[in-house]
């Protein structure tokens, strides 16, 4: 490798071939995946790509459900099942409301 010039080409059959400077590699590898990975999150936030989940809405008739559940006509289990999310969820999203739970 010491007679390499800039701009040879180097055909490795084998990565173990290296030999001591395979940790060496293996580093360099995994900072320039990390690069690209970054490079290609920030690309596609400048294009306007939402990552993760996407967020649950309730639904159109929420407070009638809502207002069924305050009664106990239901339970939050039911009403949680009716919007389509763990009862978890919708109570965290009735809180974020400023609805009191209790």
């Given at each position: 490798m010491k007679r390499l010039k800039p701009g040879d080409l180097l055909c490795v059959k084998s990565i173990d071939r290296l030999g001591r400077d395979y940790q060496e590699i293996i580093e360099q590898w995994r900072v320039i995946t990390k690069d690209r990975q970054a490079e290609?999150?920030?690309?596609?936030?400048?294009?306007?790509?939402?990552?993760?989940?996407?967020?649950?809405e309730l639904p159109e008739d929420f407070e009638i459900w809502f207002v069924r559940w305050r009664s106990g006509e239901i339970t939050g289990k039911q009403m949680a099942d009716h919007c389509g999310m763990e009862i978890s969820v919708l109570y965290r999203k009735l809180r974020e409301a400023g609805i009191s739970l209790n």
């Open positions: 290609g999150i920030a690309s596609a936030k400048a294009r306007g790509v939402r990552f993760g989940r996407k967020k649950k």
